[in-house]
Structures are given as structure tokens and as C-alpha cells.
């Protein structure tokens, strides 16, 4: 049974690094084809994809949001870290982990076939 | 980047009726889309992967079609705990977009 659990700060102050951590049970990052994926949703609003990284090290951002975000896997741990310099009050929301499985096709190759098992989530509010 | 766009935003409907929700991509993903349900304080759930597969543990009376830029998730029979905010999500090509929901009330 796959399992996945976040972690972190509930309150940052503006211009601050989040750190989130994704603990994760069932599955292991060293196994071919895994991998584990942030979404994160402000209050109230959609939901929106930040980042994975994959068994391989293969790690891929949202455009979008800021650079000098970093997702980093420790496998001995089962952890997956998302890192976010200079927080906004924009960054405010419930932030989820998901596992992921990736998939292949012969018309697009590899892809994340779906985020399949998601974490509870935690929330993050940034203000000063 | 691809966008997707959900329509309708909300959709009022009774237990028992068939429900549609469309997503429309702005250029084509193939097969490459997911749709995921969300309740109150809770995390998604994946409903669908690849357009038309269902995930297991989930009931039959939901489903999903289409290829290429249009896509479609219908509940065939609404029941009281279908009543929740619907997003589809792209994984065509990075950025893994999600749709803007539609809330089923």
C-alpha cells in the first residue's frame, strides 16, 4: 500500500525559504519508472502542478513559479524535499505530494502517466 | 505551454442525472489527460488516466472519452457523494497543467 505524507513549516514570513518534505511508504525512488510529484492550491482556487523528480534523478518544474525552486530525493529516507526561496504571500496554500508512475508511447515517449496516490497534504501560509 | 480549459465552471444536478464535464486542450495531447475528483479538505483522487482508463477501486458509473484537444468525464448516474469539484490535468509535456475545476453542486 502506497503511502505519502507531508511536512514542513505551517507559517513562513515573506522573502523566507520553504522547505516541504514528502515521506513516502510502498514504493521505493530507486526503482525504474517511479517518481513523485508537488501540486500545490491557494485557498480557495485550482490546483496547480510545481515539480517532480523521477527514480532516475529526471526532474522537471513549473515554469511559472520562481526560479531556484528545487526538488531533491534522499532514497535511503523515502523523502522527496521541495525547496522555495523567497516566499510570497502568493506561495499560501495547501501543498500536496503525489506518486507517479511513468509511462511510455510510441507517439510521445515517456510520461507521467498520472498522479495516482496523493499525500493529505499540509498548509503553508506566508505572511509577516 | 498547453492550457486547458473545463466547462462548465459549476453545473447544478439531482441524484440520477448523467453528468458531462468538457476539457478542451489548445493544441493536442493524444491520450496524455487525467481527471481527478476533490472533495472539501481533502486531496484529489485520480477518477481516470489516459483519456478513457478507469483507476482501480473506481465506480463504473464514471467515465471518460476523447483524443487529441477535446475530452470529456461523464457520470452516467449521480450519487450523493459525486458531489465535489472535478479538475482535468495534462501529462502530455512539462508543465503538467490542471484544468480550473468544475464544481458539481
Known amino acids: 500500500q502506497i503511502t505519502l505524507r507531508e511536512s514542513g513549516p505551517t507559517l513562513v514570513k515573506p522573502t523566507q525559504t520553504l522547505t516541504l518534505t514528502c515521506t513516502f511508504s510502498?514504493?521505493?525512488?530507486?526503482?525504474?519508472?517511479?517518481?513523485v510529484a508537488w501540486i500545490r492550491q491557494p485557498p480557495g482556487k485550482a490546483l496547480e502542478w510545481v515539480a517532480l523528480?523521477?527514480?532516475?534523478?529526471?526532474?522537471s518544474y513549473s515554469p511559472s513559479l520562481r526560479s531556484g525552486l528545487t526538488i531533491t530525493k534522499d532514497t535511503s529516507r523515502n523523502q522527496v524535499v521541495l525547496t522555495m526561496p523567497n516566499t510570497d504571500p502568493v506561495d499560501t496554500g495547501t501543498y500536496f505530494c503525489?506518486?507517479?508512475?511513468?509511462?511510455?508511447?510510441?507517439?510521445?515517449?515517456?510520461?507521467?502517466?498520472?498522479?495516482?496516490?496523493w499525500g493529505q497534504g499540509t498548509k503553508v501560509t506566508v505572511s509577516a | 505551454d498547453i492550457q486547458l480549459t473545463q466547462s462548465p465552471a459549476s453545473l447544478f444536478a439531482s441524484v440520477g442525472d448523467r453528468v458531462t464535464i468538457a476539457c478542451r486542450a489548445s493544441?493536442?495531447?493524444?491520450?496524455?489527460l487525467n481527471w481527478y475528483q476533490q472533495k472539501p479538505g481533502k486531496a484529489p483522487r485520480l477518477l481516470i488516466y489516459d483519456a478513457s482508463s478507469l483507476q482501480s477501486g473506481v465506480p463504473s458509473r464514471f467515465s471518460g472519452s476523447g483524443s487529441g484537444t477535446d475530452f470529456t468525464l461523464t457520470i452516467s448516474s449521480l450519487q450523493p457523494e459525486d458531489f465535489a469539484t472535478y479538475y482535468c490535468q495534462l501529462t502530455y509535456s512539462s508543465p503538467f497543467t490542471f484544468g480550473q475545476g468544475t464544481k458539481v453542486e
Open positions: 523528480i523521477y527514480w532516475n534523478d529526471d526532474k
Open positions: 493544441q493536442t495531447i493524444s491520450r496524455h
Open positions: 503525489a506518486h507517479v508512475v511513468r509511462d511510455f508511447d510510441y507517439l510521445s515517449g515517456y510520461y507521467p502517466r498520472a498522479f495516482d496516490i
Open positions: 510502498g514504493f521505493s525512488l530507486k526503482s525504474s519508472g517511479e517518481g
